[in-house]
């Protein structure tokens, strides 16, 4: 991927594929997950969030976080298919306006206390809300 030059159109191809696939991962996170694993999506909630809150680079924690949430469905093709989900995150940000912020911070946590609650309902629709968020914050190219 690093070497598509029509980012735009990457980027839009990469949400289609994390809107078909990342709310179902998340979905199995909640069902799957042990105390462990629910610990580790916490944590990296928590470390996004701060990076957030000081206004500072949270891409290395985000990409945590959704890492997290991957590796606790434990389906063996998911780890896979997490650098190609992780490759959207960075130019996702760079793309979006600044406005995300908030937003990030509550689905995140939604996201994250859905899945420590076993329920795959609402893990599944949080994560599709926060693709939502970051598709209709992505700016359009002219």
């Given at each position: 991927?690093t070497?598509?030059?029509?980012?735009?159109?990457m980027i839009?191809?990469?949400?289609?594929?994390?809107f078909l696939?990342?709310?179902?991962?998340?979905a199995m996170?909640?069902?799957?997950?042990?105390?462990?694993?629910?610990?580790?999506?916490?944590t990296?909630c928590?470390n996004t969030?701060k990076?957030?809150?000081?206004?500072?680079n949270?891409?290395e924690k985000?990409?945590?976080f959704?890492?997290?949430i991957?590796?606790s469905?434990k389906?063996?093709?998911v780890?896979k298919?997490v650098?190609?989900i992780?490759?959207?995150?960075p130019?996702?940000?760079?793309s979006?306006?600044l406005t995300?912020?908030?937003?990030t911070i509550?689905?995140?946590?939604?996201?994250?206390d859905?899945?420590a609650a076993?329920?795959?309902?609402?893990a599944h629709?949080?994560?599709?809300?926060h693709?939502?968020y970051?598709r209709?914050h992505?700016k359009?190219?002219?």
């Open positions: 991927l070497f598509v030059e029509d980012k735009q159109k839009k191809d990469l949400m289609e594929i994390r696939i990342e709310p179902s991962i998340a996170a909640a069902i799957r997950a042990d105390e462990t694993d629910i610990k580790n999506i916490l990296a928590e969030e990076l957030l809150l000081a206004n500072k949270h891409a985000d990409i945590a959704h890492t997290a991957a590796l469905s389906n063996i093709v780890p298919l650098p190609i992780n490759s959207s995150i130019l996702i940000r760079e979006a306006k995300m912020r908030d937003e509550e689905i995140h946590r939604e996201i994250a859905a899945i076993h329920d795959a309902v609402r629709d949080a994560m599709y809300l693709l939502i970051n209709k992505i359009s190219v002219n």
